[in-house]
Nanobody
Framework: QVRLVESGGRLVQAGDSLTLSCATS????????MGWFRQTPGNEREFVGA????????FYSDDVRDRFTISRDNDKSEVYLQMSNLKPEDTALYLC????????????????WGQGTQVTVSS
């Protein structure tokens, strides 16, 4: 059974840093690209960033490129999202996802998803 479980979300203040984790099982983590998305009520899932199976060349949306960092530990089957200089507009449910497709900015290309962890940034 495929499982992705996010953790680390909480209420923080603007300018704070926060690290999210995503623990996975039930699929071959080391062969999958891992993505982070975020979603606010009434809106579509928004691409945040992704990291290839090798951990090389992670890439990010323009909104977070200079503030967020994605990393992964293939031995632990975990992926992380380090967020710094958080802004109120970063408030969202953050979800991790796994795929073997190459077009990784599209949620539809990710077959495996977690339930998400809530990040709330107060001003």
């Amino acid at each position: 059974q495929v499982r992705l479980v996010e953790s680390g979300g909480r209420l923080v203040q603007a300018g704070d840093s926060l690290t999210l984790s995503c623990a996975t099982s039930g699929f071959t983590f080391s062969t999958h690209t891992m993505g982070w998305f975020r979603q606010t009520p009434g809106n579509e899932r928004e691409f945040v960033g992704a990291i290839s199976w090798s951990g090389n060349t992670p890439f990010y949306s323009d909104d977070v490129r200079d503030r967020f960092t994605i990393s992964r530990d293939n031995d632990k089957s975990e992926v992380y999202l380090q967020m710094s200089n958080l802004k109120p507009e970063d408030t969202a449910l953050y979800l991790c996802a796994a795929t073997r497709y190459s077009a990784v900015t599209l949620p539809a290309n990710f077959p495996f998803w977690g339930q998400g962890t809530q990040v709330t940034v107060s001003s």
